[in-house]
């Protein structure tokens, strides 16, 4: 098969209606214009090393419905090996690039967990989801396309259900069942490299109840549709020299206006007892793999701090055990969520996901050490590495002012100002820039991971279990609640 190259895929984003909005107006060329651009770098890395056979055993893999050698991010995941090169491809874009690959994560997640979906809606209620979904993706693979998942709603007052909101379309919702597709209005927000994508395929972000029908919707949607807007966040980076960073992740807000999406796109629409299993699985397998990134950014953060410490004239080995600890929680979050894939379960309509509670209990680290690992690398950078104590690189390359700067900004004798000017940045952008992945909220609040998890901890099981070793044979029960 023939896999698409940048230069292709660059095409086809050019190719695409400017209906990307940021600082005033709707974006030209994504692939140049400097709000966009590092964006579109990252994104277009996965194209890159597609060509280089050297990462053929993580990128590639046979497609379980054409048979042909396919983007690993086409296929199904049927088994913990499958989930594990999910995990293993996000740790080499972020060993590339240092930041988030959404491109060939959210949407292969989405469209995993809705092919088991759609299989038990359509046996249920006699729909032909199922079949639409494989159409759709055995189109995709050939294409080698970039898909994302959007599940967030802009969601309004986080005090009252999507339906008793002021402004209904905070949650997005279909407003139109047509013979021949339906009608959406409202937002996906914060959604991950939206503006890189091909497609995006929207699915429920909680689970609803009967009475919420019009919010219960899934569907794939080109991303320059008719009705659809993307609107870019802002991500702190400066533009020149070594102020700017060649990637970067930037997440968008997906406004729907009357957007119509043909039926053989439309996965679900009004089937709410189905919303919570997908976001169960979903955050099954993304909160497995979750670790996969972390510690892949941990890796280059660990390799931003070594590269201050040399810039700044010591030996890396003089943090050596702080490196350690790096490491270590980069070894922790990704091992659990290989635990979690590893004690997952299969479906019957073939793909596989990871057991809940282990990763669940993953997102909790990972969204709770982040911090230690950004601490680490600031602790051994020193302030240069800290927010807003470099120069910009305008001033240290300007030809009065320029060398007095750089006099200064010069540590390690053997090396120039201009490589610790470098690394400072780097360390900066990983830790307190546009570098800082979303490790606390991406893919859902610790919080909510927490609730799993609790839900999961049997705890009068565990009573009976000490009782038994104790000796103890008269029941030990909570007290009565006090009336
Ligand atoms: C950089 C980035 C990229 C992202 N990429 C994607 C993506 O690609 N696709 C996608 O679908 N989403 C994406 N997200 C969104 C992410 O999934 C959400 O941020 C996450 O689910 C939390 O939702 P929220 O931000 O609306 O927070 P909120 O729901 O507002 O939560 C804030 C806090 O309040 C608590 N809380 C909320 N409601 C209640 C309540 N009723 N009772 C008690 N406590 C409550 C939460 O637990 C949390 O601690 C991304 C987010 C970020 C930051």
Redesign the pocket.
């Known amino acids: 098969m023939k896999f698409r190259t940048k230069e292709e895929y660059h095409a086809d984003l050019r190719a695409m209606r400017p209906n990307v909005f940021k600082n005033g107006r709707f974006i030209e060329d994504i692939v140049t214009d400097p709000d966009t651009k590092t964006l579109i770098e990252n994104e277009s890395l996965t194209y890159e090393l597609l060509q280089n056979p050297e990462h053929d055993a993580i990128l590639k893999a046979k497609s379980t419905l054409s048979g042909e050698t396919v983007a690993r991010w086409h296929t199904l995941m049927t088994c913990p090996e499958d989930l594990m090169m999910y995990g293993k491809l996000k740790k080499l874009h972020f060993h590339h690039t240092g930041v988030?690959c959404?491109g060939v994560c959210?949407g292969w997640n989405t469209f995993n967990v809705l092919w088991s979906v759609t299989a038990e809606i359509d046996e249920k209620h006699g729909t032909d989801y199922h079949k639409r979904l494989e159409a759709w993706l055995r189109d995709v693979e050939l294409k080698t396309y970039k898909i994302?998942?959007?599940?967030?709603d802009a969601?309004g007052d986080?005090?009252k259900k999507a339906g008793q909101q002021v402004t209904p379309d905070v949650n997005l919702r279909v407003t139109e069942i047509r013979d021949d597709g339906i009608v959406v209005n409202g937002a996906?927000?914060?959604?991950?490299n939206?503006a890189a994508f091909h497609e995006i395929i929207c699915i429920p972000?909680t689970a609803y109840k009967e009475n919420e029908k019009e919010f219960v919707i899934s569907f794939a949607v080109p991303r320059d549709a008719k009705g659809l807007t993307l609107v870019q966040a802002e991500v702190k980076e400066g533009r020149e020299g070594w102020d700017a960073m060649k990637y970067s992740?930037m997440?968008s807000y997906l406004i729907f206006e009357d957007c119509f999406i043909p039926k053989e796109k439309v996965f679900m629409c009004g089937e709410w007892e189905s919303s919570g299993v997908i976001i169960s699985r979903f955050t099954a397998n993304y909160r497995a793999a979750i670790g996969s990134c972390m510690s892949g950014n941990g890796d280059v953060m660990l390799g931003a701090a070594a590269l201050m410490a040399r810039a700044n004239g010591l030996s890396a080995n003089v943090f050596r055990e702080k490196f350690v600890d790096m490491q270590m929680i980069g070894n922790l979050v990704y091992g659990l969520g290989l635990g979690a894939m590893l004690a997952g379960e299969k479906h019957p309509s073939g793909t596989f996901y990871a057991d809940p509670t282990l990763a669940h209990t993953n997102k909790y680290y990972v969204a709770t050490s982040y911090a230690e690992l950004r601490r680490i690398c600031e602790d051994v950078g020193g302030g240069i590495a800290e927010t807003g104590c470099l120069p910009n690189y305008k001033d240290c390359t300007d030809p009065v002012m320029g060398p007095k700067i750089m006099k200064y900004v010069k540590g390690n004798s053997e090396l120039s100002a201009e490589t610790r000017a470098r690394a400072a940045r780097l360390s900066e952008w990983f830790t307190s820039g546009g570098g800082t992945m979303?490790f606390i909220?991406?893919?859902?609040?610790?919080?909510?991971a927490r609730v799993v998890v609790r839900l999961n901890t049997p705890v009068d099981e565990y009573v009976k279990y000490a009782a038994g070793i104790a000796g103890i044979t008269e029941k030990v029960e909570d007290p009565a609640p006090k009336k």
């Open positions: 988030c959404a959210t994302g998942g959007a599940l967030t969601k986080r005090g996906k927000v914060m959604i991950a939206a972000g992740t997440a979303a909220h991406g893919g859902g609040s610790p919080d909510g």
